[in-house]
């Protein structure tokens, strides 16, 4: 299927936020796991979202639309930005807790994981949190062009210990497009449930 991904909204402040209609399925990961490219990825569109090597770009929440389907991918600020201050930090987790809690349209969270890393702490907090609250976790192993197929592989093995699910982590990449069509299947599987 030939998807489209388009931006409609933007928003910083929990007094923004809107109840839609449509199914929604949020974005998650530390700061620079690769959300934004992720994004450019599946849109097929290398400006849609902005990129940096730089951790922290992404300070606000993103709705974007996806067609034919109808449902919103909500890029979410990423978390675990050292060099912001308390105060912020603090004011990204109340939003993002806001987006969250009493969503009834927020069908998944895709957790995006750094697939050179072992499981980080707020890694592991982000998906208990989701665990307790009910809502199903969608784990993607980011930048996995990158580590060699045995490491990634027990990464893999970690995460889904941890997660407790049937299947490992998908490996992906934007850069190679690994796993894409995948990813593709399982976000559209949940936004229909
Ligand atoms: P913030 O918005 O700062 O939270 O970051 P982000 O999670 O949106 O990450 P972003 O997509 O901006 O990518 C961060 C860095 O990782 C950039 O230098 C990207 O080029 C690089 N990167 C992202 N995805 C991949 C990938 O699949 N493979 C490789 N090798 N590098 C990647
Ligand atoms: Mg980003």
Not at 23 to 33: E, F, K, M, W, Y
Not at 101 to 116: E, F, I, P, Y
């Amino acid at each position: 299927m030939n998807r489209t991904i388009e931006l409609i909204k933007t928003i910083y402040e929990i007094k923004q936020l809107e109840d839609f209609e449509e199914p929604q399925i949020a974005l998650a990961g530390r700061s620079n796991v690769g959300k934004s490219s992720l994004i450019n990825c599946l849109a097929g569109r290398k400006g849609l979202a902005k990129i940096s090597s730089k951790p922290g770009k992404t300070r606000s929440l993103n709705y974007y639309r996806v067609e034919p389907d109808g449902f919103f991918l909500v890029d979410l600020p990423g978390y675990g930005y050292a060099k912001c201050s308390k105060a912020e930090r603090a004011k990204w987790a109340k939003l993002i807790e806001a987006y969250i809690q009493g969503n009834t349209q927020l069908k998944a969270v895709a957790v995006l994981l750094d697939s050179r890393l072992t499981p980080q702490k707020l890694d592991l907090e982000l998906t208990s949190y989701l665990k307790s609250l009910g809502i199903p976790v969608i784990p993607v192993l980011t930048k996995s062009d990158k580590p060699k197929q045995r490491d990634r592989a027990k990464i893999q093995n970690q995460w889904k210990d941890i997660l407790q699910q049937d299947k490992a982590p998908l490996c992906f990449s934007s850069k190679t497009g690994m796993g894409e069509a995948k990813l593709w299947d399982i976000l559209a599987a949940h936004a229909a449930l």
